[in-house]
């Protein structure tokens, strides 16, 4: 039976002129990662989309690719040492504005178009979580941190409460007066080009900025990789 783990394999490689740039202890730029990105590109197409029917993710999705394809981010770009215990998630999503899922509840601010920042929990919070997003769209695009009473990790369980009791007030009339308002900060902003990519600590305030030139015929088309690492294992 044919497979595309050799296809992957070659499409995956890392650029061996990659370089990293960090933006602070919990923010990586890396410029030219792969070294076929167009390949990739075209990897990408062969696998099947599902639509994010009430997800959080404002677009689709494919389905999760086998845990070894982010293996050689994981050691040549993010040096996790072997021993530490690492479980990786890959895979492709496509976010467009207006999306299927616009403004079901006020929840949704965070979501759909994203105007508000949100944060992606690991299994508990014992562990550290890293989400990569590789950038495959031909054009660069943006992904936004912030701030919520000066923190720009979601470091505590009670100051995600008092974050998720915040944002749930706010909705499309309010939403200039309750941001940039010493309470919930936009930072500063990434900018990162094709072939680029950002990795960054999930707990990290941040929001995709989906801008309306991204349709659902042509989406804004980013990898994503995520490591949970429980370095547990390594005491």
Same mark, same amino acid.
């Given at each position: 039976?044919?497979?595309?783990?050799?296809?992957?394999?070659?499409?995956?490689?890392?650029?061996?002129?990659?370089?990293?740039?960090?933006?602070?202890?919990?923010?990586?730029?890396?410029?030219?990662?792969?070294?076929?990105?167009?390949?990739?590109?075209?990897?990408?197409?062969?696998?099947?989309?599902?639509?994010?029917?009430?997800?959080?993710?404002?677009?689709?999705?494919?389905?999760?690719?086998?845990?070894?394809?982010?293996?050689?981010?994981? &050691?040549?770009?993010? #040096?996790? !040492? $072997?021993?530490? @215990?690492?479980? %990786?998630?890959?895979?492709?999503?496509?976010?467009?504005?207006?999306?299927?899922?616009?403004?079901?509840?006020?929840?949704?601010?965070?979501?759909?178009?994203?105007?508000?920042?949100?944060?992606?929990?690991?299994?508990?919070?014992?562990?550290?979580?890293?989400?990569?997003?590789?950038?495959?769209?031909?054009?660069?695009?943006?992904?936004?941190?912030?701030?919520?009473?000066?923190?720009?990790?979601?470091?505590?369980?009670?100051?995600?409460?008092?974050?998720?009791?915040? &944002?749930?007030?706010? #909705?499309? !009339? $309010?939403?200039? @007066?309750?941001? %940039?308002?010493?309470?919930?900060?936009?930072?500063?902003?990434?900018?990162?080009?094709?072939?680029?990519?950002?990795?960054?600590?999930?707990?990290?305030?941040?929001?995709?900025?989906?801008?309306?030139?991204?349709?659902?015929?042509?989406?804004?088309?980013?990898?994503?990789?995520?490591?949970?690492?429980?370095?547990?294992?390594?005491?």
């Amino acid at each position: 039976m044919e497979t595309v783990d050799n296809l992957f394999n070659h499409c995956s490689q890392i650029s061996d002129n990659y370089e990293s740039i960090e933006y602070s202890d919990d923010i990586l730029l890396v410029k030219n990662i792969f070294k076929f990105p167009e390949k990739m590109l075209q990897f990408e197409k062969l696998l099947t989309k599902w639509e994010s029917r009430g997800n959080a993710k404002p677009g689709m999705m494919t389905l999760k690719l086998p845990y070894w394809t982010g293996n050689e981010i994981a &050691t040549r770009v993010l #040096n996790i !040492d $072997n021993h530490v @215990e690492t479980v %990786n998630e890959v895979e492709f999503i496509y976010f467009y504005y207006n999306n299927i899922c616009l403004d079901s509840n006020i929840y949704d601010l965070r979501s759909n178009n994203c105007f508000l920042p949100h944060t992606d929990p690991g299994p508990t919070r014992n562990v550290t979580n890293i989400i990569g997003l590789i950038n495959l769209n031909q054009r660069s695009v943006k992904t936004g941190f912030w701030k919520f009473k000066g923190n720009l990790t979601d470091n505590d369980e009670s100051l995600s409460d008092e974050y998720n009791q915040y &944002t749930n007030t706010i #909705n499309h !009339d $309010n939403y200039h @007066e309750k941001i %940039n308002n010493g309470i919930l900060d936009n930072v500063f902003n990434v900018e990162y080009n094709f072939n680029d990519a950002i990795f960054y600590n999930s707990m990290c305030y941040h929001q995709p900025i989906i801008d309306k030139f991204y349709t659902r015929e042509n989406p804004r088309i980013m990898m994503r990789v995520s490591f949970v690492l429980d370095e547990s294992q390594d005491q």
